[in-house]
């Protein structure tokens, strides 16, 4: 049974930085893709980014991209997503999510994952 952890959330001033973990027992073993999506209050979620298990392969969305960074490592079965020079925008519940059949990551659609994680709330304000 999957079962998806994320943790390392919390209030952060602009320009500052945090790193959430996502925890499972089953990565790397078992899955292609591990993403990382956001959701604001009255937004839909979106993605943030997304690793390729095979290769550690890492995709970003416009958004993020140059300021975020995912990480894996397998012997902890751990996923990172590193926010550097965070904005007020970046300020959402952020999630991690998994799937035994998804083999390829998007940057810009959240793929039907099975596997969520119960979020974790980053909010970016002086």
């Known amino acids: 049974q999957v079962h998806l952890v994320e943790s390392g959330g919390g209030l952060v001033q602009p320009g500052g930085s945090l790193r959430l973990t996502c925890e499972d027992s089953?990565?790397?073993?078992?899955?292609?893709?591990i993403g990382w999506f956001r959701q604001a209050p009255g937004k839909q979620r979106e993605v943030v980014g997304c690793?390729?298990?095979?290769?550690?392969?890492?995709y970003y969305a416009d958004s993020v991209k140059g300021r975020f960074t995912i990480s894996r490592d397998s012997a902890k079965n751990t996923v990172y997503l590193q926010m550097d020079s965070l904005k007020p925008e970046d300020t959402a519940t952020y999630y991690c999510?998994?799937?035994?059949?998804?083999?390829?990551?998007?940057?810009?659609?959240?793929?039907?994952?099975?596997?969520w994680g119960q979020g974790t709330q980053v909010t970016v304000s002086s």
């Open positions: 999510a998994t799937d035994p059949v998804v083999r390829y990551c998007s940057v810009t659609d959240v793929l039907p994952y099975k596997y």
């Open positions: 089953g990565f790397a073993k078992k899955y292609y893709t």
């Open positions: 690793i390729v298990t095979s290769d550690d392969s890492a």
